[in-house]
């Protein structure tokens, strides 16, 4: 299996921008699916976007669309979530997750591994 850790996390002002990164250990991380989920307390955790094996192909929820931007590096085992013209509704806990799949996909029981998630908070 492959283990996931978050970092990047912590304060950004609104309008401000804020880079997570995930780094993957254990099992070869190219050969995952990589995604980025986050939840707000006393809410259900929501699709941010996903990323191909190889990088190539992404995959965003409607409403991050254009703000975030999900990458990876393959030669560091590290996946990435740039996120721009942070709002007040970011402020929230972002899980970074992966599936053994060639296939993107935005439901959260498809994916099996998850990192502890790091926390991001938007100040105005």
């Known amino acids: 299996q492959v283990q996931l850790v978050e970092s990047g996390g912590g304060l950004v002002q609104a309008g401000g921008s804020l880079r997570l990164s995930c780094a993957a250990s254990?099992?070869?991380?190219?050969?995952?699916?990589m995604g980025w989920f986050r939840q707000a307390p006393g809410k259900d955790r929501e699709f941010v976007a996903a990323?191909?094996?190889?990088?190539?192909?992404?995959l965003y929820a409607d409403s991050m669309k254009g703000r975030f931007t999900i990458s990876r590096d393959k030669a560091k085992n590290t996946g990435y979530l740039q996120m721009t013209s942070k709002k007040a509704e970011d402020t929230t806990v972002y899980c970074c997750?992966?599936?053994?799949?060639?296939?993107?996909?935005?439901?959260?029981?498809?994916?099996?591994?998850w990192g502890q998630g790091t926390q991001v908070t938007v100040t105005s």
């Open positions: 254990g099992r070869t991380f190219s050969n995952y699916v």
């Open positions: 997750t992966a599936r053994l799949s060639a296939r993107l996909t935005s439901i959260e029981d498809r994916y099996a591994y």
């Open positions: 990323i191909s094996r190889s990088g190539g192909n992404s």
